[in-house]
């Protein structure tokens, strides 16, 4: 089945630093990715729809200056985390779809992020 | 009233049990949904898609209701390894296509 590969698993930064974390699909082309974040014990939430070769789309709420996408290749969507705060210690999950609107959701492993 | 609901239990049941969760959601425009499985700490992992004439899959049987807007599945003979947190995955139609998620029912299979 298709691969979508995270990186890196977990990290943990200091506050007022950046931390890019990278999402792969592995053996299929994604022109759409889409970014979670899940804090515990709490549901998925959709952060952003990242689309390649265009500006990713922002989920009401969510800051773009400060969680900067980039989705520069077909197989590529990077999110940046800028400045962040203890606040933004969360597990990120990025997934790709396969198979059209109503395919398959693939999820990558996952970025647990821990801001000291 | 949240997009899509779910208990979040934890349901504790023994070995061999039969257990069912529901889910509703409240877009009726909806067009898809889905199950997915949780590990703690792990990424989901699809499950099962819920048919309009429902479906089964070996222990696990997903319905959908769409006059009452709800989804649910049924787990039989729970196995230790069904220990997880349930997810229900709703494709909302809002003008454009949107995955929601539910917080997730945790399950606990005991021996």
């Known amino acids: 089945g298709a691969v979508v590969s995270q990186h890196p698993s977990w990290v943990i930064c200091k506050s007022g630093t950046s931390v890019k974390i990278e999402c792969r699909s592995l053996d299929f082309q994604a022109t759409t990715m889409f970014w979670y974040r899940q804090f515990p014990k709490q549901s998925l939430m959709l952060m952003a729809t990242s689309n390649e070769g265009s500006k990713a789309t922002y989920e009401q709420g969510v800051e773009k200056d400060k969680f900067l996408i980039n989705h520069a290749s077909l197989t590529l969507s990077t999110l940046t985390v800028t400045s962040a705060h203890p606040e933004d210690s969360s597990f990120y999950i990025c997934?790709?779809?396969?198979?059209?609107?109503?395919?398959?959701?693939?999820f990558g492993e996952g970025s647990r992020l821990t801001v000291l | 009233r949240k997009e899509v609901e779910q208990d979040p239990g934890p349901f504790n049941v023994p070995e061999g049990a039969t257990v069912a969760f529901n889910c509703t959601y409240s877009?009726?425009?909806?067009?898809?949904f889905f199950w997915y499985r949780q590990d703690c700490r792990k990424e989901p992992k699809l499950l099962m898609s819920v048919y309009s004439s429902g479906n089964e899959d070996g222990r696990f049987t997903a319905q959908l209701n769409r006059a009452s807007q709800y989804i649910s599945l049924l787990i039989r003979d729970s196995k230790l390894s069904d220990s997880a947190t349930y997810l229900c995955v709703v494709n909302m139609n809002t003008g454009f296509q949107k995955l929601v998620f539910g917080t997730g029912t945790r399950l606990l299979v005991s021996p």
């Open positions: 877009n009726s425009a909806s067009q898809s």
């Open positions: 997934s790709a779809r396969v198979g059209g609107n109503a395919g398959e959701l693939f």
